[in-house]
């Protein structure tokens, strides 16, 4: 096994906590644990966390603060926001200041431990060289290039950073090019989500930030286009 990675939980309800403790501790994660968004944030500073769980609503400071303070001090650690199904906002909202992911409660541990481990795994990710990385890239369009082997997306030459959602997002698109897919066809077939409802909009944003790492003028986008009252699809 891999060295023991570290998730920071942030999340004022106690039970909850409890139950993402003991169940990421089972699947051999360690754990430290944050009451409120002021201790979240000292954790995530003095913990070293791998990946950290962010509730929203917290005492003291909300979570989308916690996740926009760590960005702006250039804290780029895999953050998933917990939220609850019915606050359709916050999901959009959360990609938008720059979490990597959402989860919605009540959720099951399979779902969130599979989405702990695709989000650990990219960050971990070591590139061998970009240079060399770069070089084994496949073409896929224009000046776009991806490499799988090391979860690396390439424009000109030059590194790409995506999160894990805009990376499986595009991976997928490109790999079925010039097919037209519903915005539900891309929650069911990307992230699995099962229950989608307004949860929609989040594909949106993340087609929206996709397209100012990729796009030289991400208004008039070449890669990743809109087929109006369709969906998206990847222009080759
Ligand atoms: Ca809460």
Redesign the pocket.
């Known amino acids: 096994m891999n060295s023991q990675k570290t998730i920071l939980i942030v999340?004022?309800?106690k039970n909850?906590v409890d139950i993402l403790r003991f169940n990421l501790q089972r699947e051999g994660f360690r754990t430290c644990e944050a009451y409120d968004g002021e201790d979240g944030l000292n954790k995530a500073r003095t913990e070293n966390p791998d990946l950290i769980l962010l509730?929203?609503?917290?005492?003291k400071m909300i979570?989308f603060d916690v996740c926009k303070t760590l960005r702006a001090e250039g804290n780029n650690v895999p953050v998933i926001i917990?939220t609850a199904r019915e606050e359709e906002s916050d999901k959009v909202l959360g990609l938008e200041i720059g979490a990597d992911d959402y989860i919605t409660k009540p959720f099951s541990m399979r779902e969130l431990t599979a989405r702990i481990s695709a989000n650990i795994r990219r960050s971990g990710m070591a590139a061998p060289s970009a240079a060399s990385a770069a070089a084994s890239a496949m073409p896929v369009a224009g000046e776009l290039s991806i490499n799988t082997d090391s979860h690396q997306v390439f424009r000109g030459g030059a590194v790409v950073e995506l999160t894990q959602r805009e990376y499986e997002l595009l991976t997928f698109l490109a790999s079925h090019p010039n097919k037209v897919y519903s915005r539900v066809d891309l929650m069911e077939q990307v992230w699995n989500y099962g229950y989608v409802g307004s949860d929609v909009r989040t594909v949106d944003v993340t087609v929206r930030r996709l397209r100012e790492k990729i796009e030289a003028d991400p208004a008039n986008p070449v890669y990743i286009l809109t087929r109006r009252g369709v969906g998206y699809y990847f222009s080759v």
């Open positions: 999340e004022d309800e909850i509730d929203v609503m917290l005492p979570g917990l």
